[in-house]
């Protein structure tokens, strides 16, 4: 392939039946993204669409959207930030969407736009989102048990909670984090553990992120220990 300068926010969109031999990619300062066409296929037919779509693939063209959302991948990757299956999934979410609205002049349908979730499946999604990731669901098994594909659970999720699954999953445990950090002598690893986190490492990491200080600073300086 023609080698050409990288600038900032630049893309290039390849599409992998064109290749007739394996693609390796070079450029030393670039974030890739592997889109599966079935995964956008299924991305188009919950919002009521045929599934059908041609991607424009020319190259060349800056996308100050896409660099935004690859940004937000960085800390994951270089591990400042814990990456999390839920995070992760919306984030990928996001950059789909990005490319079938862009580069293939796709929309959303309004009428699922405005679908929200029951009583019931509000209830049993929140149990669920509360102790992520220690359960070992994923977005897409709480979305299977409410009976909704991915894109439609966040959606209505949102719409009934006023907030993204994984928004409020993460302020959910550190909430419930802080009432056991203060109203009991559990260790920072048994408090991690009942309030959904991986490990001490991860809860201490999201908990100082959510909150400016560590939770053994903040049980600290609540208690008076």
């Known amino acids: ?18 290749c007739e031999r394996e693609y390796l990619p070079t450029a030393p300062e670039g974030v890739h993204f592997y ?9 188009l037919e919950v919002e009521g669409d045929s599934g059908e779509f041609d991607l424009d693939v020319s190259t060349g063209r800056d996308d100050a959207e896409l660099h935004g959302l690859a940004l937000l991948f960085l800390p994951m990757l270089n591990g400042q930030v ?8 919306h984030l990928a979410m996001a950059v789909s969407w990005h490319v079938l609205t862009r580069y293939a002049g796709k929309q959303t349908v309004a009428r ?14 929140k149990e669920l989102l509360s102790m992520m990731p ?4 994923t977005i897409e098994a709480i979305a299977a048990e409410c ?15 006023g907030m993204h699954p994984m928004k409020w999953a993460r302020s959910q445990r550190i909430e419930l984090s802080k009432n056991r950090l203060f109203t009991t002598k559990l260790s920072l690893t048994e408090v991690a553990f009942e309030c959904g986190f991986a490990d001490q490492s991860h809860f201490t990491r999201s908990f100082a992120a959510a909150t400016g200080v560590t ?3 903040w049980r600290q300086a609540r208690r008076g220990l």
């Open 147 to 161: 009976g909704l594909p991915p894109a439609r659970f966040a959606k209505a999720f949102e719409r009934t909670s």
């Open 134 to 137: 220690a359960n070992g669901f």
């Open 1 to 18: 392939m023609k080698q050409e300068p990288v600038r900032e926010a630049s893309i290039a969109v390849l599409d992998l039946r064109d």
């Open 215 to 217: 939770p053994a600073a």
């Open 35 to 43: 889109l599966s066409r079935p995964r956008l296929r299924e991305l």
């Open 112 to 125: 699922v736009n405005a679908e929200r979730l029951s009583p019931t499946r509000t209830r049993r999604a």
């Open 82 to 89: 814990p990456a999390e299956a839920i995070y992760l999934g």
